[in-house]
C-alpha cells in the first residue's frame, strides 16, 4: 500500500456526483491520517531491538487497550522516538499544515458526534479541507521513507525497517509493561490536557 493506493477511493469519491462527497471524502481522509500517524508510531516502537514478530501482538494489545491516544498523542509518542522531531523533518511549513490538521481533528470530532460546526463547511469547503488532509499525509509520508523506511500506509507496521535508524527512548519501552506506561504517561489526552493547565 502506498500514499497512491491509500487515497485512490477519496479521489474516486471526491470526483463521484454523489450528494454527500463532500462529508464522505473528509471523514475518510481523517480515518487515514489518523491510522498513519498511529502506524508510524508502531513501526518505531517496533524498532526496538528488543521486540520481534512474536511480540506484535502483545503491542498491538497494549495500545488497543488505551481508549485515550488520539492523533496529537501519537505525534508526542513520535518524537518522543525519533532523534529528530516531525517538525524539524517537515521543515517550514510544518506549523502552518500542523494547525490546519488540528484544526480538521477537531471538525472530525464534531462531524462524528453528529455536531454542527463553527466552520459552517459546505462541501466545497470538506473538498478544501480534504486536500489539506491529503496534502499533510503525503508530505509526512515522503518524509518518513526518507528518514524511516516506512510512509505508515504499509499494512503491516509490525516489521524492521531496512535503514539502519537512529532513535532514542528505547528503554523507556522495552518491555510491554514499560510500554503500556510510555503511552499512558506520554500520549494519552489524560496527559497532554494536564500538560497545558
Known amino acids: 500500500m502506498s500514499y497512491e493506493n491509500e487515497f485512490g477511493v477519496i479521489d474516486l469519491i471526491i470526483n463521484s456526483n454523489f450528494e454527500t462527497r463532500g462529508v464522505d471524502a473528509f471523514s475518510l481522509a481523517v480515518i487515514k491520517s489518523e491510522r498513519q500517524v498511529r502506524r508510524l508510531f508502531t513501526f518505531l516502537v517496533f524498532q526496538n531491538p528488543i521486540y520481534n514478530e512474536k511480540d506484535s501482538m502483545s503491542l498491538r494489545k497494549a495500545l488497543s487497550n488505551n481508549t485515550e491516544v488520539y492523533f496529537k498523542g501519537f505525534i508526542d509518542g513520535i518524537n518522543l522516538i525519533l532523534t529528530h522531531s516531525i517538525e524539524e523533518l517537515y521543515g517550514v511549513n510544518y506549523q502552518k499544515d500542523f494547525k490546519k490538521i488540528s484544526e480538521i481533528v477537531g471538525i472530525r470530532n464534531k462531524i462524528f458526534h453528529g455536531q454542527v460546526t463553527q466552520f459552517f463547511l459546505s462541501r466545497e469547503g470538506l473538498i478544501s479541507k480534504t486536500e489539506e488532509i491529503k496534502n499533510w499525509c503525503n508530505n509526512l509520508s515522503n518524509i518518513m521513507v526518507n528518514e524511516i523506511g516506512y510512509d505508515g500506509f504499509e499494512r503491516n507496521s509490525f516489521h524492521k525497517s531496512k535503514l539502519i535508524i537512529d532513535l532514542k527512548n528505547f528503554e523507556n519501552f ?23 493547565i
Do not use: Q, S, W
Not at 522495552?174 to 497545558?196: A, G, Q, S, V
Open 174 to 196: 522495552d518491555t510491554i509493561e514499560k510500554y503500556k506506561t510510555f503511552i499512558e504517561t506520554n500520549m494519552t489526552k489524560r496527559y497532554i490536557k494536564k500538560l497545558k
